[in-house]
């Protein structure tokens, strides 16, 4: 009686029930998408960096270290000796290291020095790897692979030559003329920081400064591509590395040793630890993001209670007539409560069926134009659990206009009401 | 011979403490015609509302089919209503968006044992009724697409199915003209006739009590004098 009364109760309240759903669905879309949004961004800053165990670099802000070494952030305070990377690589609890220079630019892009260890290793997301689309790795002292991102905006192919610039600053006005590298490969899509880099060798890196020592281009350069062999450079000192334990316990006691490292002022932080700390501070925007789908949720299920309660004078008619053919004021009670409880139940549906579609489609617009990874996955708990206080908020506000129902057709027994 | 309704020293208010209805007897046989004449306001919606089981005395007896309503659960009231009692208001007797037929019906889906009642294929029923009726051409016309007329005798066609023992009609004709008020009384006595329930129809109309076996003034019977509400 109940599914056949509400049925046709709401073919016949097409329009309003329409609208009633869709505002729940939209704001149900809307609570979800947020929610998606902020794990995503939370994750995809988090897991920009995965199965590191320390980052080490020069004593100083451990978030600053962070920052420049993982974002490319600010700028490094201080270098550590290449001698002293050396040695930590070769302790025996270390698995793998990747050794980061910092300190010039292209065209605003930060180049990174490095070795075919981040290649090998470098993992985000959990273990995604770093790939090269086209092209190879940098072997050569002027060889270079770009990110994505930097290839896409200046139409860089491979065997373009290009030439840095000294320091970070996008206008730089001395440039590392004498010394332009060479493209070799361009790098898959990360929806990382590395796609807004460029690669570099350790022994490139020190090649293109020789002669730079105070900072400034020396007085005969006299250094060119030709007259250089990788063997002959000497590496004197890089910015930071990643480092990884053979097992996961070691990690702290090797940070204390780290910290504690006699030849060298050198800190050692543990990257999760870091950025969350870091996330957590920037929280305040997710927060208000949130608070702005909850509104629109209240107003969604404002939006139901009002609807029903409107239509309430025009059903205590009908509310007198199923009482005068035999229903209970118990009966009238579940039919409203019924009602309610199915449009909530809809839009709920309508509104998830939403977000996965719109997921589904802006997706890969996310990921490329915001670096914006958004996993299509079942509903977490922390969603099923919005769901659920969703359709009990929705159940409960249909008390209100049930109530009233009641109320009333005790009140007016078989008077109908006009 | 049984009583189908009885009511003896009977009182009843509302919450407000305002008293309503105050009469020593009054006794309706089974299968009888009874016109009750109720001008409005003298008591005869909360009088309908005892005989239906949605109201229940202060004090007194009420008794429908021998059963003392003041100690029967309200679920079981509304249950006897459903199942036995059908009821004809002076409008609006249809929900707008249910066909005619469907409106007919509408007990049936609203009570089981009304259902029960009926042995063969309920729409066959149905149609029965309506053709009885005059309701044919417009079975499956949406209620609010019906004259008035036509709306009232969905509305007995819908009290009749599945044969109550008791139908109440609350001025079912004061909102139709005079050729459409004979039809529909014709139509009604003759169902009496033929399926022999006990009816009790209210109107403020006097001339029409001609056709019913008794006819009692709730004004008279009714022993509080000055009700103005």
């Known amino acids: ?418 | 011979m049984k009583l189908a309704i009885n009511m003896q020293n009977l009182s009843f208010h509302y919450e407000d403490a305002h008293p309503i209805l105050k009469l020593d007897v009054f006794e309706v046989k089974k299968q009888e015609k009874i016109f009750i004449y109720g001008p409005s306001g003298c008591g005869k919606s909360t009088l309908l509302g005892l005989i239906a089981g949605v109201f229940l005395p202060q004090q007194g007896t009420l008794e429908v089919f021998g059963l003392d309503f003041c100690s029967t659960s309200r679920s079981k009231r509304d249950k006897i209503r459903g199942k036995e009692i059908g009821y004809i208001f002076q409008t609006f007797n249809l929900i707008p968006y249910l066909s005619c037929l469907e409106n007919i019906l509408l007990p049936c889906i609203i009570t089981r044992q009304r259902k029960n009642k009926i042995t063969g294929p309920l729409e066959q029923e149905a149609a029965l009724l309506a053709e009885h009726l005059n309701l044919t051409e417009v079975l499956h016309k949406k209620a609010r697409q019906l004259s008035v007329g036509q709306q009232q005798r969905v509305a007995a066609a819908r009290a009749l199915i599945g044969n109550p023992q008791l139908v109440i009609a609350d001025e079912p004709t004061s909102s139709l003209d005079g050729k459409n008020t004979n039809e529909f009384l014709k139509l009604l006595l003759r169902e009496w006739e033929e399926k022999q329930f006990t009816l009790v129809f209210v109107s403020h109309d006097e001339r029409l009590a001609n056709d019913f076996n008794r006819s009692v003034s709730l004004p008279e019977l009714n022993r509080i004098k000055d009700l103005r509400k």
């Open chain 1, 1 to 418: 009686m109940i599914t056949y009364l509400t049925r046709k109760s709401i073919q016949n309240r097409k329009l309003t029930s329409l609208l009633c759903v869709a505002s729940i669905a939209l704001s149900v879309a809307l609570l979800l998408g947020v929610e998606r949004i902020k794990n995503g961004a939370r994750d995809g800053f988090t897991n920009t960096i995965s199965q590191t165990d320390l980052i080490v670099g020069a004593k100083g802000g451990p978030l600053q270290l962070v920052l420049y070494t993982v974002f490319r952030i600010g700028s490094p305070t201080n270098n550590i000796r290449y001698s002293s990377y050396t040695e930590i690589k070769n302790f025996p609890e270390v698995d793998w290291t990747i050794p980061i220079s910092l300190g010039d630019a292209y065209r605003g892009y930060r180049v990174v020095g490095t070795d075919e260890n981040l290649f090998k290793h470098y993992r985000y997301r959990g273990d995604q790897k770093i790939e090269v689309l086209d092209g190879q790795v940098p072997v050569g002292i002027f060889d270079v692979v770009l990110g994505y991102e930097v290839a896409q905006k200046f139409q860089h192919k491979t065997s373009d030559l290009i030439i840095l610039s000294h320091g970070i600053s996008e206008k730089s006005f001395m440039e590392h003329s004498v010394t332009p590298f060479k493209v070799v490969g361009i790098m898959k899509p990360t929806a990382t920081p590395l796609d807004r880099s460029i690669f570099i060798t350790l022994e490139g890196m020190e090649a293109i400064h020789l002669g730079w020592e105070n900072g400034v281009p020396g007085k005969n350069p006299g250094i060119t591509p030709e007259n250089l062999k990788k063997e002959n450079i000497q590496i004197g000192q890089i910015t930071s590395f990643l480092l990884k334990t053979k097992s996961r316990i070691q990690t702290l006691k090797l940070q204390r040793k780290i910290d504690t490292y006699p030849e060298d002022p050198m800190m050692a932080v543990i990257p999760g630890l870091a950025l969350h700390q870091l996330w957590r501070t920037l929280s305040y925007v997710e927060n208000i993001l949130y608070l702005i789908s909850l509104c629109v949720l209240a107003v969604g299920l404002i939006s139901v209670v009002v609807s029903l309660y409107t239509s309430l004078n025009e059903r205590r008619r009908e509310i007198s007539i199923f009482r005068a053919l035999g229903a209970g004021a118990g009966k009238v009670v579940s039919l409203l409560l019924f009602e309610s409880s199915l449009i909530v139940l809809t839009g709920i549906l309508i509104g998830t069926t939403l977000l996965y579609l719109c997921l589904f489609i802006v997706r890969p617009y996310l990921e490329s134009n915001f670096s914006l990874y958004l996993p299509i996955q079942f509903p977490s708990s922390t969603e099923l659990i919005y769901l659920g206080s969703i359709l009990f908020g929705g159940i409960t506000a249909g008390f209100i206009p049930a109530i009233k129902a009641y109320r009333n057709s005790l009140q007016d027994g078989l008077t109908i009401q006009v």
